[in-house]
């Protein structure tokens, strides 16, 4: 019975038609199971395949894969099985040590790449770790993450070699609430270590010139940084090379503030939507040119100029992949013939999982693709709903079509990570459409049009307007009453199921059991969540920060009071990211009480909070219990006396309630 509706309900594409999705889905599997749940070795495998090839022959009808069922199941074992080994060969390399006399154990050479300067004294980088072998430099693809501190920083250049003297380090979460998860995020990188190098412990040892090519880009790169400068300032400059050439440097906290808080912060990431509307464009005005150029030839120039364009941009992870999936998506719709957009989706993200594995943990993967999965496979039922018979207005909806159907794929995902949703997300993508469209269009053409006096005046004027219109939109929407919902903490599990209830209640005809059955799921969903969402606002809590100063909140259901040892203001804005994570997770009205020496004794409603200095650190009493805050390394514990007193270590110190593992959390 389960089978038969199985195969009813769920509409899998046909094997002939859309092999890759098949494909991806077992390789990728692989990959997961492997990594984060069974990490199966060569015997436990065994028993593990064979489980695979009876569930694969029990649930599989023959209308969905080619001859005989066991041929296919084979066929998807083989996929299942070269994800575990793809991923197994990468982790099976390990860090060579640098065979030479005078270098110690905690010696590397590096050779350094992504180089992301923060300010005059600090940079990061990924340096990957090279081996010297018959008086040549090898490279041992094994990355590590580099903190570089001093003047070097500054001076240090993309594709220099570098000795450093250093101790590496697992990449670690500082696991506090709603805080940014750093070893997934460096997973999809393929980075696991890091180390943190000042002047002293490097030594440059080679400073590799920039080939012809990245010298000519590099040349056009500050071109064309140069021309925006020129046309453009203040916000418009900074949203403008955001938008255009993938440059975030010149961004305030504010702006980006205004573009996430509306959901709109894929506008400043230069990704699909980007390289859809630039290919579009180019589209529209190759056709201009149709009796000159043929379509077919058309396309291969558009293609040339998106790889160009991703060159110009830094040649990023989130560009290229965009770049890749449009170049295959367009060159398979020109071809014809049995054209799958889906198979094709699926083909693109195969290849750059086969490429490197561990781009499935990276978030902009995950998003862009279920965004396409969701253009592809719901666009057409949503804008079947209303049909307008103004021509503006069928526009409108169309767009807006495309925003639900994307949304509908990646809220449950943007509510796992981000803990917050933009409430008018429909309104923003509305106006955010035609605008974003007008700011590309213009922005790629300034670069053309600045050498024409008046032509090029007129299109910066408007490039100007379309940006600032496009701020100003924003804010607006920000500023409207419950314009972001924070505290959504959804367990990743449940992702997955919410994905398919969006799935099934658009797609399925409303007068069938079966949206009755997803509509009643999807109520038992929300409620739950809703819930959660409820409990994450009304908790009443102390919370110690896993940080490298006294901090701590504490939560009174709607109204949260941080205590924290005042210092500088480096110190303060690494503090002010920290709580607008913890409030994402915990909304509340927040109040911030900085300490220098003084103590602080406060009545908060039926709550009484005394803070002190004392030798060991900081007392913090909350009624009739106790918290000591250690400090010191050689603090000697004496035997509490109760129930009612706690020890908690700040991270630098290792002992069993130490911060070091992440934030203590205390139910008042």
């Given at each position: 019975m389960f089978k038969t509706l199985l195969a009813k309900n769920l509409k899998l594409p046909n094997f002939y038609s859309s092999p890759f999705v098949y494909f991806f889905?077992?390789?990728?599997?692989?990959?997961?199971?492997?990594?984060?749940?069974?990490a199966l070795t060569a015997i436990t495998s065994i028993p593990f395949y064979f489980g695979l090839l009876l569930i694969l022959l029990y649930f599989f009808n023959r209308n969905y894969y080619p001859g005989t069922k066991l041929s296919f199941v084979l066929l998807s074992t083989l996929f299942f099985s070269l994800g575990q080994i793809q991923l197994n060969l990468l982790n099976s390399r390990n860090i060579p040590k640098i065979q030479t006399s005078n270098i110690t154990s905690e010696s590397l050479v590096l050779k350094l790449n992504e180089i992301e300067i923060k300010d005059s004294v600090n940079s990061k980088a990924i340096g990957t770790i090279l081996v010297l072998k018959e008086n040549t430099w090898i490279n041992t693809r094994k990355k590590i993450l580099v903190n570089m501190h001093g003047k070097s920083a500054k001076s240090i250049l993309q594709n220099d070699i570098i000795l450093a003297i250093t101790n590496q380090f697992d990449i670690t979460n500082k696991n506090n609430p709603g805080e940014f998860d750093a070893i997934t995020f460096w997973k999809s990188k393929g980075v696991f270590k890091s180390c943190y190098l000042a002047d002293c412990d490097i030594l440059r040892l080679q400073n590799n010139e920039a080939n012809w090519v990245d010298h000519k880009l590099e040349m056009m790169r500050k071109y064309l940084n140069l021309i925006l400068e020129k046309e453009l300032d203040g916000s418009n400059l900074?949203?403008?090379?955001?938008?255009i050439i993938g440059d975030k440097s010149l961004l305030d906290q504010?702006?980006?503030?205004?573009?996430?808080?509306?959901?709109?912060?894929?506008?400043?990431?230069?990704?699909?939507?980007?390289?859809?509307?630039?290919?579009?464009l180019l589209l529209f005005i190759f056709q201009f040119f149709s009796k000159v150029i043929q379509r077919r030839n058309a396309v291969i120039c558009v293609v040339i100029l998106l790889w160009i364009y991703a060159l110009l941009t830094g040649f990023s992870p989130s560009v290229v992949r965009a770049v890749f999936m449009f170049t295959v998506l367009m060159s398979a719709q020109e071809m014809g013939g049995n054209y799958s957009p889906i198979n094709t989706l699926f083909f693109t993200a195969f290849v750059l999982a086969l490429i490197n594995p561990f781009v499935l943990y990276d978030i902009?993967?995950?998003?862009?693709?279920?965004?396409m999965l969701g253009i592809f496979t719901l666009y057409k039922p949503i804008v079947a709903w209303y049909k307008p018979k103004n021509k503006v207005l069928n526009y409108l909806w169309q767009g807006s079509?495309?925003?639900?159907?994307?949304q509908a794929m990646t809220v449950p995902l943007t509510l796992y990570y981000f803990h917050q949703f933009p409430n008018y997300f429909a309104?923003?993508?509305?106006?955010?459409?035609g605008i974003s469209t007008v700011a590309m269009g213009f922005g790629m053409g300034i670069f053309i049009l600045h050498f024409i006096p008046i032509i090029g005046k007129i299109a910066s004027i408007i490039l100007a307007s379309s940006l600032w219109l496009m701020l100003h939109f924003l804010q607006w929407v920000e500023s409207l009453p419950g314009s972001v919902a924070y505290g959504f903490n959804i367990p990743l599990f449940l992702v997955p199921f919410v994905m398919l209830v969006f799935y099934l209640l658009i797609v399925t005809d409303r007068n069938r059991l079966k949206?009755?059955?997803?509509?009643?799921?999807?109520?038992?969903?929300?409620?739950?969540?809703?819930?959660?969402?409820?409990?994450?606002?009304?908790?009443?809590?102390?919370?110690?920060?896993?940080?490298n100063q006294f901090t701590m909140a504490l939560k009174i259901k709607s109204q949260t009071i941080i205590v924290y040892d005042a210092k500088n203001d480096k110190k303060e804005k690494q503090l002010h990211g920290l709580i607008a994570n913890y409030s994402k997770f915990y909304p509340a009205n927040i109040t911030f009480i900085p300490l220098k020496e003084e103590n602080l004794s406060v009545q908060i409603g039926s709550h009484f909070v005394d803070v002190k200095k004392e030798e060991y650190g900081r007392a913090v009493r909350i009624n009739e219990k106790l918290y000591k805050v250690i400090y010191k390394?050689?603090?000697t514990s004496p035997i509490l006396k109760n129930k009612k007193e706690f020890e908690i270590g700040m991270p630098w110190l290792n002992q069993s309630y130490t911060l070091s593992k992440g934030a203590l959390i205390y139910k008042l």
């Open positions: 889905c077992l390789y990728s599997s692989g990959i997961l199971i492997q990594r984060d749940l069974l900074a949203i403008a090379k955001a938008l504010e702006t980006k503030n205004s573009f996430g808080a509306t959901g709109a912060m894929h506008v400043l990431a230069v990704s699909g939507l980007h390289i859809g509307i630039i290919s579009q902009g993967f995950q998003l862009s693709y279920l965004a079509a495309i925003g639900f159907a994307a309104l923003t993508n509305l106006g955010i459409m949206w009755k059955i997803a509509s009643f799921v999807f109520i038992g969903l929300l409620t739950v969540i809703s819930y959660e969402r409820y409990e994450q606002q009304n908790v009443s809590h102390i919370c110690f920060f896993n940080h390394q050689d603090y």
